[in-house]
């Protein structure tokens, strides 16, 4: 049984922090690229980040770059996003997909194996 289980998300204040989780169970994590999509009211979807199979350092949409950091625990099977300095524009429900596709492609959302339910991040004062 397949799942990710996005948490974490809620309200906060322009400026604020927040940071979200997405649990993993069901597939052999530490072998899938893992990366953060997100949705925003009447938007369609828009890829954040994504974070190879060992960890490391993360590549970022240009919209978040230097205020969000993306990590991954492969012993907990667990996926974090670190965002800082929030603004309205943030505003999104946060999923989480994992792919096996090469590098270059992670931005295409149609090759993405496993997807689960997302969190909602409101920004606002």
């Not at 604020?16 to 925003?40: H, I, K, N, V």
């Amino acid at each position: 049984d397949v799942q990710l289980q996005a948490s974490g998300g809620g309200l906060v204040e322009p400026g604020g922090t927040l940071r979200l989780s997405c649990a993993a169970s069901g597939f052999d994590f530490a072998d899938y690229t893992m990366s953060w999509f997100r949705q925003a009211p009447g938007k369609g979807p828009e890829w954040v980040s994504s974070i190879g199979k060992s960890g490391g350092a993360g590549i970022y949409a240009e919209s978040v770059k230097g205020r969000f950091t993306i990590s991954r625990d492969n012993t907990n099977k667990e996926l974090y996003l670190q965002m800082n300095n929030l603004n309205p524009e943030d505003t999104a429900v946060y999923y989480c997909g994992a792919t096996t596709v090469v590098w270059g492609r992670v931005k295409e959302e149609n090759h993405y194996i496993h997807w689960g339910p997302g969190t909602l991040v409101t920004v606002s004062s």
